[in-house]
């Protein structure tokens, strides 16, 4: 546990612990990297309001400094509110529970940004309760969803594949979902879920089974526009009943 402002964590590792494995909170302007954590409940807990901003792997992938998460009961890493970055990282095997509470890869509840990591093996790859940008991570063979999120600004460039779903968007509200590569999840591609305004723009998703775009429980205001949708086997555009208000769909290839 580090509570308060410090520089550097490095070439740590925090195995079995029955909590978290490294816990920091109001860390500041701190980068963790390098450092590897399994056998805990979560593998890494950061909440930083302290100003500045924590930074777990490094943006410059060339510089190999990104840390393992894995093989944790909860979560890999649990990002809270406060100012955060998630880099470059690998996490998987989170492997049981509801893909909420438990089996989470990384959980973001901050404004923050989470790009170019690897995560995989999980119950649920990227559990979103609200994140700035989410992009170029590259998230499969997650059992229930690749992404699940209810108030993430943009998810952007990512690859996601083998999932049950690709990406589903919970209760949300003014978002775009923007040239990600989305292909062979079980049962959707991308499931919008009670949401307003979301918007679908230039992604690819091809699905061998389910449907490629799934829309349900009153989601008003969805705009799909120039994607390349294909399913073998489901709908390319499936939307309920109840989710006809205000959608427009546009130069699309399906």
């Known amino acids: 546990f580090v509570g308060g402002s410090f520089t550097s964590l490095s070439n740590a590792t925090a195995d079995n612990n029955a909590g978290d494995g490294i816990d920091l909170v109001n860390s500041g302007s701190a980068t963790v990297t390098n450092s590897e954590a399994s056998g805990n409940q979560t593998g890494l807990y950061v909440s930083n309001g302290a100003g500045g901003q924590t930074v777990i792997g490094n943006s410059n992938l060339s510089a190999g400094q990104g840390n393992i998460f894995h093989n944790n009961s909860a979560f890999g890493i649990n990002a809270a509110f406060g100012s955060e970055a998630i880099y470059g990282n690998t996490i998987y095997g989170q492997s049981s529970g509801n893909g909420f509470s438990s089996g989470v890869g990384i959980q973001l509840e901050g404004n923050n940004p989470c790009i170019d990591n690897v995560i995989w093996g999980n119950v649920a790859g990227i559990y979103g309760l609200e994140a700035g940008t989410v992009s170029n991570n590259r998230i499969y063979d997650n059992s229930l969803y690749g992404i699940v999120e209810e108030a993430v600004a943009s998810i952007v460039d990512n690859v996601i594949y083998s999932n049950g779903v690709g990406i589903q968007v ?67 555009i499936n939307i309920d009943g109840t989710s006809e208000q205000g959608f427009s769909s546009d130069y699309n290839l399906l």
Do not use: K, M, P
């Open 170 to 236: 919970n209760s949300s509200s003014t978002e775009t979902l923007q040239n990600n590569l989305i292909y062979a999840n079980t049962i959707a591609g991308i499931w919008v879920v009670g949401s307003n305004a979301i918007s679908l723009l230039s992604n690819t998703i091809y699905q061998t089974s389910g449907d490629t775009v799934r829309v349900t429980s009153g989601t008003s205001t969805l705009s799909v526009r120039d994607n390349i949708l294909w399913d073998t086997a489901g709908f390319d």
